[in-house]
């Protein structure tokens, strides 16, 4: 499974990359803050809203520690999504939020 730090995403957003980011924590865990950008599709409900991504696009998952988003990550690679995981997810975050 691909990864990344939290640091490297930063660095993509501050250099203005078109950056896909998928928040799988639970709706009232990002009412507290996401990354910028973020999409929320918490991971009980990815089975069902992952016809809503583009195969043919490049996606980043994150949650509060990097275990949910690596199971995710485990689950849309074995569907043919190309995806990284977020390590150590929003605990590691250092970049602003919304």
């Known amino acids: 499974m691909k990864s990344i730090s939290t640091k ?20 009232s865990e990002v009412a507290t803050g996401k990354i910028p950008g973020a999409v929320n599709m918490p991971l009980g409900l990815l089975e069902f809203k992952m016809n809503e991504l583009d195969k043919k696009e490049q996606y980043y998952v994150n949650c509060q520690a990097g275990g949910r988003s690596s199971s995710a990550c485990k689950f849309l690679d074995n569907q ?19």
């Open 80 to 98: 043919g999504y190309n995806v990284t995981n977020v390590e150590g997810g929003m605990m590691a975050w250092e970049g602003d939020i919304e």
């Open 8 to 27: 490297e995403l930063q660095t993509l957003l501050e250099e203005g990359k078109k950056v896909n980011i998928i928040d799988v924590r639970e709706t």
